[in-house]
């Protein structure tokens, strides 16, 4: 399975949540990248997933949570960010955001949109 070139004016935009959308932009069987596009007051719930994930902020700021700490991590252009595989987190959007973000391995449920 895989999807090796790609332009993101050829991928289709699925909504994922009420203010996001994503596009996958290219997977191969141990991986992905993706582009989410998120409008400011959005969130995503806590949540967590097989995938580790790298994400890098291209625009806009959002805040990111993780289960278990205290502090949250506010990330603006060209921040990057971390989390391991099955690590609860989140991320509420604090302005209009695209963010970069990598899974390995690649989250076979974004495939099917």
Known sequence: ??????????????????GITKRVMSYG????ICRFD????????????EASQNGYVLSGKVRLLAEGEETACIAGPDCGY?????????????????????FC????EYIAD
């Not at 069987?29 to 992905?32: A, K, L, N």
């Open 1 to 18: 399975m895989q999807d090796k070139f790609t332009e993101l004016k050829d991928r289709k935009s699925v909504g994922v949540l009420p």
């Open 29 to 32: 069987d141990d991986s992905m």
């Open 38 to 49: 998120l409008q400011k007051g959005a969130k995503i719930p806590l949540h967590s997933h």
């Open 82 to 102: 971390y989390f391991a595989p099955h690590e609860t987190h989140g991320l509420i959007v604090l302005e209009d955001a695209v963010l970069i973000e990598t």
């Open 105 to 108: 391995p690649l989250r076979p």
